[in-house]
């Protein structure tokens, strides 16, 4: 052992004799245990000091515990993260107004509009913070006493209860699930401290007036404001206010309008909270003392549902929306107010009509005939081409497909106006010898016989797909002769208005149909059945083209919604359609004088429209079998279109109305009879109380008048129809039809081109030829035959009778 160890072990001996020698009696020989941080039973103590912790093990613990609980906090809080607003708050309603403001409807699952807080009265989140959170303004978003009351309360199994803070309760509301559970409550202690830090208060008041329950189904105080007094939030005063905000401590409990109870309770809180609001420097005692009535809520109404008329209504509006930049996405996430065109008293008056006449329909009794039956009906401002009413079925729950909006069912003899006005507009393809143009007017006289040849512009015969004539037939095989268009549109003639089609040009009669407002692709194609109605646009374009008419020859697209808002932003392109000019308003108003004829005349084919008791104008129109039947009709402040039609859903075609409401298959229904009966009554309920405007008076059209030189003007029925022809049609013959009286020609040193079945010559157009041939409903076009003269002095034309001739004379043509 070396000096250094033995010094050492000198030392540790000398240290262990001293401690033995100090050792009390009892205890000599005893070495104590090591000391450690926690040791029980303590060494050195007796009794129940012996397993008591000291100060400094205390002190220890409290400072290792509260500084690890520090720790966990702020990592919880630095890691905590605003989660993104909840799906329910993102979702919001559409609100469907009608042109009046009032609620027509509103589409999602949840009855809640977001606005913002410049949106809201002061009045409004004065009350909300005097009531909920009277320090709002300057805590910081926590009420550590009722975070306690709450855990304490739901520990015991209690009534639940929840944040008292505004903060908390938005918290609550757009960020987190409603479940009532300790883990939800911390979450939220969380994000209320965060969104305190990172949100302010104006955003967090608006979060949460937008986001609370109202009761009446309403989320967020513009939906409770609708609910209960048919406001906007704008517009609420503290009297109002004061009612809402008592809502939010649980509109179970406080809705006056549930029972007496609450009722009590609601008064009670109202004027708490308005004292309060003095109180709290939010309202004036003067202020105060003005609200010394309970504002009673409105009553409440039915949820603003999609059955009857109003699923149409929005459809239609939707459609428009979607059409104009809004796309269905954006409609899904919801939030929009969107203000519509429609009258509710209109579309009423529209429903009731349509239901009084279908009364004769009994589809138990007779089924065969009374089942399937369709109506399709609109009307529309010719002053602005609002879309007022519409009528799209029964019920849109159970018929979902909107009737007004259909397109596929043919339009008729209601193509006829059209026909004229692009005849009078752009005139004939020929021209007079010396250049001059030539014009179509109501006076121009065409041939009305039945089942006539019709020869398409370069004067070649009409043919079908065999190969045979194309003949033209009307109603009734009646020999007219030459009759005036106007004569022709009073008893809906066909044979004049197809000639006259083939005359002008079908491409411009197509051309005038696309700027009266008629969508191109409901046109159908070019052939001679084109002029009486093989097209098929829908009863609103039907209403809108005619309203052109109304507004002398000015056109405005039709449309169905005025304005949109989302978030109080009003959103662009929802400016009223501009206008355009689609005719001469000379040209216009003249057709409306013809149209005046339909109704106001003996004979005319929409005379039922009489009962309207106002001067009006209007065309009937009817297909091949009566599948589809229309009557379209103006005045100058209102324009409205009416189809009917039988289709079994699920199935293609259309089928005949003959003995709809008789149950008699020789019963037919025209234009005439159901569809002007509903329009008539319709238009007399919607214009009840407007004081009547008269039409414009004609102006005066240019050119020179294009007549059938020669044409007969003996030939005026004795007895007037009171049916319109069914159109298109055609059918074969096996002789050739009777020939109109004959007369004196008038000589005009014209170019003329002669003859059809019947007398005379066309002065600067082609005359209709006459002759047999067999039908097809798809005519096409074959060269002229060759004819046969027996006489000199005239241009020859196909048909049976006399041609005109240029500078007089007679010829006998055979074709």
């Known amino acids: ?107 999602g699952t949840t009855n809640r509009q977001i606005v913002h807080l410049d949106r809201i009265s002061t009045a409004m989140q004065d009350a909300a913070i005097s009531a909920e959170n009277a320090s709002f303004r300057s805590d910081h978003g926590i009420d550590p006493k009722g975070i306690a009351r709450a855990v304490l309360n ?98 179970g409990y406080y809705d006056p309008s549930l029972n007496a109870a609450n009722h009590a309770r609601a008064v009670r809180r109202w004027n708490d909270i308005l004292d309060n609001m003095v109180r709290f420097n939010h309202l004036t005692q003067a202020d105060r003392e003005k609200c010394k009535t309970f504002p009673e809520p409105v009553k409440r ?142 006076e121009s006289r065409y041939n009305g016989n039945d089942q006539i040849k019709i020869r398409d512009t370069q004067g070649n015969y009409v043919r079908n797909k065999d190969g045979s004539y194309f003949l033209q037939t009307n109603e009734s095989p009646r020999a007219w002769g030459y009759i005036d268009l106007r004569k022709a549109m009073l008893y809906s003639i066909n044979t004049p208005f197809v000639q006259l089609g083939e005359d002008v040009g079908l491409a411009k009669v197509k051309e005038m149909a696309i ?29 809108d083209a005619y309203a052109t008419f109304a507004a002398s020859g000015t056109q405005r697209d039709p449309y169905s919604v005025i304005a949109v808002t989302r978030d109080g932003v009003k959103q662009p392109g929802f400016e009223a359609p501009q206008s355009r000019t689609a ?12 149209l005046k004829d339909v109704i106001a005349k003996d004979g005319g084919t929409g005379f039922l429209a009489r009962g309207l008791g106002r001067v009006a104008a209007g065309k009937t129109g009817t297909t091949d079998e009566n599948r589809s039947a229309w009557f379209v009709g103006y005045t100058p402040q209102l324009s409205t279109a009416v189809a009917m039609w039988r289709e079994q859903p699920g199935k293609g075609g259309l089928l005949s109305m003959n003995g709809l409401g008789t149950g008699n298959p020789k019963d037919s229904v025209h234009g005439g009879s159901y569809p002007t009966d509903i329009w008539t009554r319709y238009m007399k309920a919607a214009l009840n109380g407007v ?11 240019d050119g020179i008048q294009v007549d059938e030189v020669g044409a007969p003007n003996t030939a005026v029925p004795t007895t007037a129809p009171t049916t319109e022809a069914p159109s298109p049609s055609a059918s074969a013959s096996t002789a050739p039809p009777s020939s109109s009286p004959t007369a004196s020609p008038t000589v005009l ?10 007398n005379g010559g066309w002065t600067g157009g082609l005359l209709t030829g006459g002759g047999t041939g067999g039908a097809s409903s798809t005519p096409t076009q074959s060269p002229d035959p060759t004819p046969t003269v027996s006489s000199t002095g005239g241009r020859p034309g196909g048909g049976n009778g006399n041609g005109g001739l240029l500078g007089g004379g007679s010829s006998t043509p055979t074709g």
Request: aromatic content about 8%.
């Open 154 to 251: 739901m520990a015991k199994g209690g009534e639940t209860q929840g944040g008292s803070t505004i903060t908390q309760q938005y918290v609550k509301n757009a960020y987190l699930s409603q479940d009532q559970t300790v883990t939800r409550k911390i979450k939220e202690l969380f994000i209320t401290l965060k969104v305190d830090k990172t949100t302010t208060k104006n955003e967090i008041l608006e979060g949460y007036l937008n986001t609370s329950w109202f009761g009446r189904d309403s989320y967020g105080v513009q939906a409770a404001a609708k609910a209960y007094y048919n406001m906007d939030a704008n517009d609420l005063d503290a009297c109002h206010a004061a009612m809402l905000a008592a809502l939010l401590k649980g509109a």
């Open 749 to 758: 040193p014209t170019k003329t081109r002669g003859g059809g079945n019947g």
């Open 583 to 594: 005719m001469d308003p000379a040209v216009a108003d003249t057709v409306t004088d013809v």
């Open 515 to 543: 700027k009266m407002g008629l969508r191109e692709e409901s046109l159908a194609t070019l052939n001679a059945s084109f002029s009486i109605g093989t097209s098929t646009p829908s009863p609103i374009r039907m209403a």
């Open 1 to 107: 052992m070396t000096r250094a160890e033995m010094r050492k072990a000198a030392k540790r001996g000398g240290r262990r004799a001293g401690s033995a020698a100090a050792a009390p009696a009892g205890r000599a020989g005893r070495t104590p245990p090591p000391k450690r941080f926690i040791d029980y039973p303590r060494w050195g103590r007796s009794g129940v000091r012996r397993w008591l912790p000291s100060w400094k093990q205390v002190l220890s613990t409290f400072l290792i515990f509260s500084g690890c609980s520090m720790a966990a906090i702020g990592v919880a809080y630095s890691r905590t993260e605003v989660p993104l607003l909840g799906k329910a708050v993102e979702q919001q309603n559409n609100i469907f107004q009608w042109a009046d403001g009032h609620e027509l409807a509103r589409t």
């Open 301 to 442: 109404q039915a949820a603003a549902g999609l059955s009857g008329q109003r699923g149409y209504l929005v459809a239609t509006a939707t459609k428009y929306l979607k059409a104009h930049g809004i796309s269905e996405q954006q409609l899904a996430r919801g939030g929009y107010t969107i203000k519509t065109t429609f009258d509710r008293r209109k579309v009423d008056a529209l429903e009731a009509a349509v239901k009084k006449v279908s009364t004769a329909f009994d589809e138990k009794k007779r089924p065969k005939f009374d089942r399937h039956v369709q109506v399709g009906a609109a009307s529309v401002d010719p002053r602005t081409g609002m879309i007022v009413a519409l009528y799209g079925g029964p019920d849109a729950i159970t018929h979902s497909f909107n009737n007004a909006d259909a397109s596929g069912v043919p339009i008729g003899s209601t193509m006829k106006p059209i026909v004229l006005a692009s005849a009078m507009q752009y005139g004939v393809q020929t021209r007079l010898t010396d250049g001059r143009p030539t014009r179509i007017t109501p």
């Open 691 to 701: 004081p009547e405007v008269p039409f414009p008076v004609p102006g005066t059209l």
